[in-house]
């Protein structure tokens, strides 16, 4: 038997996860294999009910556009439901259940996590899936205000209001306020989707700029912060960081955290 895990999406080629963890599984050994699958949305039950049939499958990193959708088909032992409210994580629990979770917050959080961020004005780009892990870490790093900017208003207003967290929305075209923290969780800016067109003047030099896109990894979001000599967090700092978590989880041992340089290397081909 050979033990594998996934990442589930649709599209899904653009996909960096399956590079990370076979990285890991050389690294250390291991024999198992990690491998990407395009999903329909009406194709996800059928997804779970045969991955779950299947000894051999030890979980599934779960993307765009499932995020949400793959809550109902595992259980939720941490009730990610009413906190986070989006998965991108299952896994093969006790007794064979299977088990969702979120590894995003986490991930995000930690190249942010010595910022100075309390009290602070943070703007996020997005009411999807992605941009739920982000407002559930921000509210724990006691944020003063989130700027929501979306297409829709009423869900993004749902989103902090479910957050519990103080703040406003605006359309996607809208004048940056001041902020310390600008982070786009959108799909804006991916290969094969629209462009993220939004003006980085009004942000201060202390402002740090953190693109969830990883593909590409220079975006022109942070090439338009580099311009102005802001600090800026690419998408393979979040990506790698909740696969860490992810990885642990699927094979039952910890990533090595001594290859970060090649590893990243390795993604930047």
């Known amino acids: 038997m050979t033990n594998y895990a996934e990442v589930i999406g649709h599209p899904i080629s653009h996909s960096k996860s399956p590079l990370i963890h076979r990285f890991w599984l050389n690294q250390l050994g291991l024999v198992g294999e990690y491998q990407a699958r395009d999903i329909l949305p009406e194709h996800l039950d059928d997804y779970f009910r045969e991955r779950a049939a299947d000894p051999e499958w030890r979980g599934c990193n779960v993307t765009i556009p499932h995020k949400i959708a793959a809550l109902d088909h595992v259980t939720d ?41 309390a ?16 407002l559930f870490a921000l509210g724990q790093a006691d944020i003063g205000e989130v700027v929501l900017l979306a297409r829709n208003g009423l869900k993004a207003a749902g989103l902090l209001s479910h957050f519990g967290l103080k703040g406003r929305v605006l359309p996607l075209t809208a004048r940056l306020p001041d902020s310390a923290l600008l ?38 979001l942070l090439k338009q912060a580099r311009a102005r000599e802001l600090e800026v967090v690419d998408g393979l700092e979040m990506l790698v960081g909740q696969a860490a978590i992810a990885f ?19 993604l930047l081909r």
């Open 119 to 134: 009290g602070e004005t943070a703007v996020v780009i997005g009411a999807g899936g992605a941009s739920r892990a982000v």
């Open 183 to 220: 982070v786009n969780a959108s799909p804006l800016g991916m290969k094969g989707q629209e462009l993220l067109e939004i003006d980085l003047t009004p942000l201060p030099e202390h402002a740090v700029v953190y693109d969830l896109v990883y593909a590409p990894i220079e975006t022109a």
């Open 248 to 266: 642990e989880l699927f094979f039952g041992v910890a990533p090595p955290d001594d290859e970060e340089n090649a590893l990243r290397e390795l």
């Open 77 to 117: 032992l941490g009730d990610v439901r009413s906190s986070i409210g989006a998965i991108n994580t299952v896994f093969r629990g006790a007794n064979g259940i299977l088990v969702g979770t979120n590894t995003d917050a986490g991930g995000f959080y930690g190249p942010i996590a010595d910022l100075p961020l």
